[in-house]
């Protein structure tokens, strides 16, 4: 080896060095297709959590409401037994807020909608809440969830866990009626008072239901 071939060495090694190092260390480029790295953390820059607001993951009211076609209809809300005292309470909260509304409306809708709980069980032994519109308000939204937010912006999320909680499988089913024509007449009893026949004991079975609103 010459004496320059000799002096030369060491750089070359830390050259050869250097460069094997920056290729351990740079990225390699993705191929395509390759899935990328999910980030779970909160984003950068996210506003931080205000003290006292609800976090994130609450669960938000629906948006959409209960407007029904015809001038009459009815809801049927089938309650689990061990929630009746919260629904209870919701229905109350919703009846004040029909009477107090500065909202004509909300008052036309108040005065015409009626509240009933019937005595026989409902579908697998929930409690059922019957809601009669007669009148329906035409164009009207019915959703309890949009009424109770109008009337008690600070603790609907609170009410609202308590309403959809209380819900049982058979959740709420809404129904628009229209006046019978046509039907066969009753046939009458012998001394010409007209007579019905009840219905069989638990045949009662409600159209499929949809989420409470």
Same mark, same amino acid.
């Given at each position: 080896?010459?004496?320059?071939?000799?002096?030369?060495?060491?750089?070359?090694?830390?050259?050869?060095?250097?460069?094997? !190092?920056?290729?351990?260390? !740079?990225? @390699?480029?993705?191929?395509a297709?390759?899935?990328?790295?999910?980030?779970?953390?909160?984003?950068?820059?996210?506003?931080p959590?205000?003290?006292?607001?609800?976090?994130?993951?609450?669960?938000?009211p %629906?948006?959409?409401?209960?407007? *029904?076609?015809?001038?009459?209809?009815?809801?049927?809300?089938?309650?689990?037994?061990?929630?009746?005292?919260? *629904?209870?309470?919701?229905?109350?909260?919703?009846?004040?807020?029909?009477?107090?509304?500065?909202?004509?409306?909300?008052?036309?809708?108040?005065?015409?909608?009626?509240?009933?709980?019937?005595?026989?069980?409902?579908?697998?032994?929930?409690? @059922?809440?019957? *809601?009669?519109?007669?009148?329906?308000?035409?164009?009207?939204?019915?959703?309890v969830?949009?009424?109770? !937010?109008e009337?008690?912006?600070?603790?609907?999320?609170? @009410?609202?866990?308590?309403?959809?909680? !209380?819900?049982?499988?058979?959740g709420?089913?809404?129904?628009?009626?229209?006046p019978?024509?046509?039907?066969?007449?009753?046939?009458?009893?012998?001394?010409?008072?007209?007579?019905?026949?009840? %219905?069989?004991?638990?045949? *009662?079975? %409600?159209?499929?239901?949809?989420?409470?609103?």
């Open positions: 080896m010459s004496m320059r071939s000799s002096l030369l060495a060491p750089f070359t090694l830390i050259g050869t060095a250097a460069v094997a !190092a920056g290729q351990t260390s !740079a990225p @390699l480029p993705q191929s297709g390759a899935l990328q790295p999910q980030q779970t953390s909160p984003l950068p820059g996210a506003t959590q205000t003290p006292g607001a609800p976090p994130a993951n609450v669960v938000a %629906p948006s959409a409401g209960r407007v *029904f076609a015809a001038e009459q209809g009815i809801i049927f809300n089938a309650i689990r037994p061990d929630k009746v005292a919260d *629904f209870d309470t919701v229905i109350a909260k919703l009846r004040k807020a029909l009477e107090t509304s500065k909202d004509p409306l909300r008052n036309q809708q108040g005065g015409s909608w009626k509240i009933f709980k019937a005595v026989e069980p409902g579908p697998n032994g929930s409690v @059922l809440y019957v *809601f009669v519109m007669d009148p329906a308000v035409k164009g009207a939204d019915y959703g969830a949009k009424i109770l !937010a009337a008690y912006p600070m603790e609907i999320m609170d @009410l609202y866990r308590m309403y959809s909680g !209380a819900f049982a499988a058979a709420q089913t809404l129904l628009n009626l229209q019978a024509t046509g039907a066969p007449a009753t046939p009458a009893g012998p001394d010409g008072a007209v007579t019905t026949t009840p %219905p069989a004991a638990g045949t *009662f079975a %409600p159209p499929p239901a949809t989420a409470p609103r």
